[in-house]
Structure formats: structure tokens, C-alpha cells
């Protein structure tokens, strides 16, 4: 892999969607053991799965992973936690203004 250079690898892939009450996620396991890096990218291919309310769907699907190249896992690294914070909200009094 390059320093700009994408790759793309194909993955089986089980996808499981949970909507409970307790728990509402979805997630997805690669049957081949393959990891996913900073940076990189996952499609995961066929129809859209719906989860009917108090149950929890498996399904096995193939995956698409588009691999980042060096610049852009480095700069997924560096700039990664500063997009994360932009998702919290910090309060210290009981007004709530936005």
C-alpha cells in the first residue's frame, strides 16, 4: 500500500440488529477475521435489514472494505479525537441553551 493508494478487499461478513428495549445496535462481524483500521471504509452489501420492535435479526452478507491509504489513516489518527468531541454536550447548570 501506498502512501495515496487505496486498496479494496472483499469479506463474508454477519450483520446482527438488535431493537429492544434494552439494547438497540447493529453489528457487524467479519467471518474471515479481517480488522478494520483507522480510516477505513465498510459497505456491506444486499437488501436493507429491518429489526421488527423486541427482537434481534442475524444475517450473513458480504462486505466491501475500501483500506485508507497512509496519509489518511495518519490523518484519521490525528484529527479523529477532535470529531468525536464535537458529539458531546456538556451542561453544568439546570438551563439547557443551544
Known sequence: ??????????????????HKFESLHAHVRFNNGAVIYPGDEVKVEGPEIMAP???????????????ASALERLWTRMTGDFEVMELCEFSFSEEVTL
Do not use: K, Q
Open 53 to 67: 420492535f423486541g427482537e434481534i435479526v442475524t444475517a450473513d452478507r458480504d462486505a466491501t472494505i475500501i483500506r
Open 1 to 18: 500500500m501506498g502512501i495515496l493508494t487505496r486498496s479494496i478487499e472483499h469479506a463474508p461478513c454477519t450483520v446482527e440488529i438488535s
